[in-house]
Every structure is written in C-alpha cells, then in structure tokens.
C-alpha cells in the first residue's frame, strides 16, 4: 500500500475526518497525474466512511476513465474489472437512497 495513506489510516481518525484526509490526498494524486494512488485514496476513504460524496464522485470519474483506457488499448479483462468497479459504485448509490445512508 502507499505509504501516505498508511499515515492517515495510523491516525485513527473519526471516520469523516479520515475520509476528508483522503479525499484531499487522493486530490493531490489526481493533479499529478497519478491516477491509481488517487483511486487508492479514494477507496480508503469509502472504506472509512462509507457515505455517498466526493469520494464516490471521484472514483466513478477515475473508474470510468480506466475503463475508456482499457477499451482503447484492446484490454478485455482491465475493460470487465472497471465496469464491475462502477457498477458496485452505483449499487451503492442506490442503496444509500433506499436506506437513507
């Protein structure tokens, strides 16, 4: 794992704190151009959280973009991966408005 992520994670933080402090780390991975340690951020941080948000946003974003590459380069396995990716996220969305997270 990144070792960043392991030093919010070690803080013990209370979960939407945790998440915000992802979220910002996964942000800055975003802006460099370091899409998997954003998605990783991201995750945690769903992981720690668990509530619909900019987390979500930015990993059905990030997920979608995967997948367009995974297209474009003829990868049938990478292209399957992230349409699972997505559609779990968008479960999850659905969920939340059912049951109200």
């Given at each position: 794992m990144n070792a960043k992520i392991d030093a919010i994670l070690a803080q013990n933080l209370?979960?939407?704190?945790?998440a915000k402090a992802l979220n910002?780390?996964?942000k800055g991975?975003?802006?460099?151009?370091?899409?998997d340690s954003a998605i990783a951020c991201w995750e945690k941080s769903m992981a720690c959280?668990?509530?619909p948000g900019f987390a979500q946003a930015q990993l059905m974003k990030a997920y979608n973009a995967k997948r367009r590459q995974?297209?474009?380069?003829?990868?049938g396995k990478g292209l399957e991966v992230y349409s699972?990716?997505?559609d779990a996220l968008m479960q999850q969305?659905?969920?939340?408005?059912?049951?109200?997270f």
């Open positions: 209370a979960p939407a704190a945790c910002e780390l996964g991975y975003a802006e460099q151009d370091d899409a959280y668990g509530k995974c297209s474009e380069a003829g990868d699972e990716k997505i969305s659905k969920d939340a408005i059912r049951y109200g």
